[in-house]
């Protein structure tokens, strides 16, 4: 079983960045893909960004590309989501989420590949 343990959200103005943090106990992440996908008020939740952890690859929807950044640290478990340039579009829950990354890279974007969850962080983005 995988714990997942979100953090970092907040209130930030357009423009600004917000790292986020997803630590994982319970197992480690070595045989895992990590996701964050978001939901805003009335929207479904949707894909983000991921990380298959062994071999460092990441993904990326194509509205955040080049704004956020995911990555993951082995000693301390964790997944970071670094946010920038972010615009009022941004605010959401933000949710991580795991699997075991047998699964083809394709089905990576899809929140029904997600076994374990976290509770969420919010992030708001002010104009």
């Known amino acids: 079983q995988v714990q997942l343990v979100e953090s970092g959200g907040g209130l930030v103005q357009a423009g600004g960045s917000l790292r986020l943090s997803c630590a994982a106990s319970?197992?480690?992440?070595?045989?895992?893909?990590v996701g964050w996908f978001r939901q805003a008020p009335g929207k479904e939740r949707e894909f983000v960004a991921a990380?298959?952890?062994?071999?460092?690859?990441?993904y990326y929807t194509d509205s955040v590309k080049g704004r956020f950044t995911i990555s993951r640290d082995n000693a301390e478990n964790t997944v970071y989501l670094q946010l920038g340039s972010l615009k009022p579009e941004d605010t959401a829950d933000y949710y991580c989420?795991?699997?075991?990354?047998?699964?083809?890279?394709?089905?990576?974007?899809?929140?029904?590949?997600?076994?374990?969850w976290g509770q969420g962080t919010q992030v708001t983005v002010s104009s």
């Open positions: 319970g197992r480690t992440f070595s045989s895992y893909v």
């Open positions: 990380i298959r952890w062994s071999a460092g690859n990441t």
């Open positions: 989420a795991a699997a075991r990354s047998y699964y083809p890279s394709t089905y990576y974007y899809t929140r029904t590949t997600y076994d374990y």
